[in-house]
């Protein structure tokens, strides 16, 4: 029987979240905050609600009675979601993980503190004082970013203390909900930050898919690629790891659990309870089932075979330079000539600096160099620009 699955958040990675659903039989409601959202264009109802306000929320729980609760975004009042399961409603991946990841403090000491899990040195800070005393603690460089943010909102590297206050006002304007805190963490001379998507079932073996780099500027990814290069041991002790820290937040679907590899070894970074902006790149074909397709099928608790890298695959992200709103894409035609070449435009009708509008994704045969690939893939994302008109 059809299930009714609510969106929380209808981004690009919601929109093809969405697709996947819907090509299984289910029906979605795509909710955000704003109307004509990338997934809301895809799905079977909208609705516009902030939420934060879990009244709100609650009403609309209570409309369209989902059978399931899929978040995509920090900004929602999350503590609702043990009600929601209580009702008989799933909620994706449990009430537990959704509540502890939405907010890095949660996450952080459960790794660090609970599990023992290797991680940056860091602190918290409430106000600008307690975010000086954290720099000098943690030592300089550090990185501060808010407690709940996304796509590196509110994030900065703090290299002298002349950018703490600075650090700190952007944390708080680019913070998502109605925290304050930050996390301050020490600098990793990482060489490489690796995504693994881990994939958790209600009815099979925790699944990983091949690891996956990527760079990131102003704390947004900017490319990846997969596979990427990490040495056995490593990879089964990231493995390990993500393992360790899914099972402990409990429920199905797909996570994107990010690492630092750096000389001295392997640190733990993040976890994000859904697909993960960085798997972007597994639309270019590189495995079997997208990260799409495998949050689909672990939410709907149908079969995963297994997952197989089936060619090398890397994704750049096409930006704005302004705030405009109407957005037209120019180049389009001249990034797809190239063999193995294809581009996703996400569909957000507003633009301003720095947003991600769509994905340049390059693939090519197995055992592809990943970096050849990378750098076509940059080169396509360059051939596309965003045009829009000045919004008023």
Same mark, same amino acid.
């Given at each position: 029987?059809?299930?009714?699955?609510?969106?929380?958040?209808?981004?690009?990675?919601?929109? @093809?979240?969405?697709?996947?659903?819907?090509?299984?039989?289910?029906?979605?409601?795509?909710?955000?905050?704003?109307? !004509?959202?990338?997934?809301?264009?895809?799905?079977?109802?909208?609705?516009?609600? !902030?939420?934060?306000?879990?009244?709100?929320?609650?009403?609309?729980?209570?409309?369209?009675?989902?059978?399931?609760?899929?978040?995509?975004?920090?900004?929602?009042? &999350?503590?609702?979601?043990?009600?929601?399961?209580?009702?008989?409603?799933?909620?994706?991946?449990?009430?537990?993980?959704?509540?502890?990841?939405?907010?890095?403090?949660?996450?952080?000491?459960?790794?660090?503190?609970?599990?023992?899990?290797?991680?940056?040195?860091?602190?918290?800070?409430?106000?600008?004082?307690?975010?000086?005393?954290?720099?000098?603690?943690?030592?300089?460089?550090?990185?501060?970013?808010?407690?709940?943010?996304?796509?590196?909102?509110?994030?900065?590297?703090?290299?002298?203390?002349?950018?703490?206050?600075?650090?700190?006002?952007?944390?708080?304007?680019?913070?998502?909900?109605?925290?304050?805190?930050?996390?301050?963490?020490?600098?990793?001379?990482?060489?490489?930050?690796? &995504?693994?998507?881990?994939?958790?079932?209600?009815?099979?073996?925790?699944?990983?898919?091949?690891?996956?780099?990527?760079?990131?500027?102003?704390? !947004?990814?900017?490319?990846?690629?997969?596979?990427?290069?990490?040495?056995?041991?490593?990879?089964?002790?990231?493995?390990?790891?993500?393992?360790?820290?899914?099972?402990?937040?409990?429920?199905?679907?797909?996570?994107?659990? @990010?690492?630092?590899?750096?000389?001295?070894?392997?640190?733990?970074?993040?976890?994000?309870?859904?697909?993960?902006?960085?798997?972007?790149?597994?639309?270019?074909?590189?495995?079997?089932?997208?990260?799409?397709?495998?949050?689909?099928?672990?939410?709907?608790?149908?079969?995963?075979?297994?997952?197989?890298?089936?060619?090398?695959?890397?994704?750049?992200?096409?930006?704005?330079?302004?705030?405009?709103?109407?957005?037209?894409?120019?180049?389009?035609?001249?990034?797809?000539?190239?063999?193995?070449?294809?581009?996703?435009?996400?569909?957000?009708?507003? &633009?301003?600096?720095?947003?991600?509008?769509?994905?340049?994704?390059?693939?090519?045969?197995?055992?592809?160099?990943?970096?050849?690939?990378?750098?076509?893939?940059?080169?396509?994302?360059?051939?596309?620009?965003?045009?829009?008109?000045?919004?008023?």
């Amino acid at each position: 029987m059809p299930k009714t699955i609510m969106l929380l958040g209808s981004g690009e990675l919601g929109k @093809e979240f969405v697709i996947a659903v819907k090509r299984l039989g289910h029906r979605v409601i795509a909710v955000d905050s704003y109307d !004509d959202a990338p997934a809301q264009q895809v799905a079977d109802g909208r609705e516009v609600i !902030d939420m934060l306000d879990g009244n709100a929320l609650d009403s609309l729980v209570a409309l369209h009675q989902p059978d399931i609760i899929v978040p995509e975004i920090e900004a929602i009042r &999350t503590e609702r979601f043990y009600d929601y399961e209580k009702q008989g409603i799933q909620v994706v991946p449990s009430a537990r993980a959704a509540n502890f990841t939405m907010n890095r403090k949660a996450i952080r000491d459960l790794a660090a503190c609970e599990l023992g899990l290797r991680t940056a040195n860091y602190r918290y800070a409430a106000s600008l004082d307690e975010l000086r005393a954290a720099v000098a603690e943690v030592g300089l460089p550090c990185v501060v970013k808010p407690l709940m943010s996304s796509s590196g909102k509110g994030q900065s590297t703090v290299r002298s203390e002349v950018d703490v206050e600075k650090a700190w006002n952007y944390s708080q304007s680019g913070k998502r909900g109605d925290i304050a805190e930050v996390i301050v963490e020490a600098f990793v001379a990482f060489h490489t930050e690796i &995504t693994l998507l881990t994939v958790t079932q209600k009815n099979g073996p925790t699944l990983f898919c091949p690891p996956i780099g990527h760079r990131q500027e102003r704390g !947004d990814y900017q490319e990846s690629w997969q596979p990427c290069r990490i040495s056995p041991e490593h990879l089964a002790r990231a493995q390990e790891i993500a393992g360790k820290v899914t099972a402990a937040l409990t429920g199905a679907g797909i996570w994107g659990v @990010e690492f630092f590899l750096a000389d001295d070894g392997l640190y733990f970074s993040e976890l994000s309870p859904r697909p993960h902006d960085t798997g972007m790149v597994t639309l270019a074909g590189t495995q079997n089932f997208s990260e799409f397709e495998l949050h689909a099928r672990a939410v709907l608790g149908l079969p995963i075979p297994g997952i197989e890298l089936l060619r090398a695959g890397a994704s750049a992200v096409i930006l704005a330079d302004r705030a405009g709103v109407d957005p037209q894409f120019d180049g389009v035609e001249a990034a797809l000539a190239e063999p193995g070449s294809d581009i996703r435009i996400f569909g957000k009708p507003v &633009t301003r600096p720095y947003r991600r509008m769509g994905v340049a994704l390059m693939s090519g045969a197995p055992g592809s160099d990943v970096e050849s690939l990378k750098q076509q893939a940059i080169a396509n994302a360059a051939k596309v620009t965003v045009q829009c008109e000045d919004a008023d």
